[in-house]
């Protein structure tokens, strides 16, 4: 079927492996060190982003061809802007607690530069079916660096995963010590870069 062709395949695939956006665009850096030091805000963060970047594609594909080059950041900016408002009101309808955490990040998603860069470079020279694809598989990739480093530094900092303590307290009576430095967004930035590390190595042997 047209719908899954080895094309819109890539599309979906390739941001979670061969060009994906942190680890190999090192793109959306910023966020990830900001919003990592639990796993919920981290997986609140990739999935609003996933969600904005999947229908933020879909809605520029579509109005492509009507778009005048001059004004096409403009128009980009303005499609991000309503979807980035549509998601932080669903965030503190349902999630007020995580939304709160979230703080000024969820606005800032406006000028995430994985987001943007999608628009420009995918969006607007291809069909929507393609561009949900590649925004969804982009959105996902952004998302599992976040887990990745938001479980890390939760468990290793905090002793719990998603608010669940997981270090039982005989360890802590036993002279266990949770790693503070974890909470610090410098050890986003350390876990992340070895992240990028792995995934080269792994992926570029030669």
Not at 62 to 85: E, F, K, S, Y
Request: glycine share 8%; with cysteine; charged share 10%.
């Amino acid at each position: 079927m047209a719908l899954f062709s080895k094309q819109n395949k890539e599309a979906f695939v390739n941001p979670l492996s061969l060009d994906h956006p942190i680890l190999v665009q090192v793109l959306g850096i910023c966020s990830a060190l900001a919003v990592t030091s639990q796993l919920k805000p981290a997986i609140v963060m990739g999935l609003a982003v996933t969600v904005i970047t999947a229908f933020a594609n879909v809605i520029i594909s579509v109005l492509r061809n009507t778009i005048p080059n001059r004004i096409r950041i403009v128009v980009q900016l303005v499609v991000v802007a309503a979807l980035v408002t549509i998601v932080s009101q669903v965030l503190k309808a349902f999630v007020y607690d995580v939304s709160v955490q979230l703080s000024v990040y969820v606005g800032l998603i406006i000028t995430n530069c994985i987001l943007m860069g999608r628009l420009e470079a995918f969006a607007m020279q291809n069909k929507p079916w393609p561009s949900f694809l590649d925004g969804v598989g982009n959105g996902l990739g952004y998302a599992m660096i976040l887990v990745i480093v938001g479980a890390v530094r939760e468990f290793l900092g905090r002793g719990s995963l998603l608010g669940f303590q997981i270090i039982p307290d005989g360890a802590y009576e036993a002279g266990y010590i949770n790693n503070g430095m974890m909470t610090m967004p410098a050890m986003a930035l350390i876990l992340v870069g070895i992240v990028i590390w792995v995934h080269r190595a792994y992926f570029y042997k030669d």
